[in-house]
């Protein structure tokens, strides 16, 4: 019965790798979030679709891509990893945008880039 | 662009109430939620105001919003140990999907 999942939970790579994390909600959402908490615990949205389109794309390297092949999930992908990628990674989903924005948060991805 | 602030820190013994707060720039949110982080897990909301409201309580928690100071607490009553966790103030709603973050409060209950 969960709610909003990620996998993997942890993730440790070497610097140039290409890596995947996958998010999956079975809430009926519309609206999908990738966020970043870096090691301070400051919190900062990436991506957002709705419905399958991109609707916020904040100051993300390229090197990140966004993908949803249906509302149900969203995807990241990473190129090129970075010291500076390694942070935790949330995923989100609300049942629409707007004022009606109560976000249900997945668990997490650690990555750790070295 | 917005900014959100919290304290970095709080610690308070068991039993007694906690008053975590908030401050922004953007007066333009019609919401505002308090998240809470346990260790090692994603965001649970905990709470929400609406922007046209004064105070909000729901059992321990009582929500304040003073907008001509653009100020939001949490007052937690009756702290206990099982609170002890990060806690995050978020701005958002009108048109904007995004949620604005502080810089969460880290919450220490001591027996």
């Known amino acids: 019965d969960t709610a909003v999942s990620q996998t993997p939970k942890y993730l440790v790579t070497q610097m140039g790798n290409d890596k995947s994390i996958k998010c999956e909600q079975n809430?009926?959402?519309?609206?999908m979030y990738w966020y970043k908490q870096d090691s301070k615990k400051f919190l900062k949205i990436m991506f957002s679709y709705n419905n399958k389109e991109l609707i916020i794309n904040e100051t993300v390297p390229n090197r990140f891509s966004p993908k949803s092949p249906d509302k149900a999930h969203l995807n990241l992908h990473i190129n090129s990893l970075e010291l500076g990628d390694s942070a935790v990674y949330f995923c989100a989903s609300s049942r629409t945008g707007g004022s009606d924005n109560e976000q249900f948060f997945g668990p997490g991805t650690r990555l750790t880039v070295l | 662009g917005e900014d959100v602030e919290q304290s970095l820190f709080l610690s308070v013994r068991e039993g007694d109430s906690s008053v975590i707060n908030c401050t922004y720039t953007?007066?333009?949110?019609?919401?505002l939620y308090w998240y809470k982080q346990e260790p090692g897990a994603g965001l649970q909301l905990l709470t929400y105001?609406?922007?046209?409201?004064d105070m909000k309580q729901d059992q321990r928690l009582t929500v304040l919003l003073n907008k001509k100071d653009k100020h939001l607490s949490l007052r937690i009553a009756d702290t206990q140990t099982g609170d002890s966790a990060i806690y995050f103030c978020a701005l958002g709603g009108g048109s904007s999907y995004k949620l604005i973050f502080g810089s969460g409060t880290r919450l220490l209950v001591r027996p």
């Open positions: 105001i609406f922007s046209n409201m």
């Open positions: 953007d007066s333009s949110s019609t919401y």
């Open positions: 809430l009926g959402h519309d609206t």
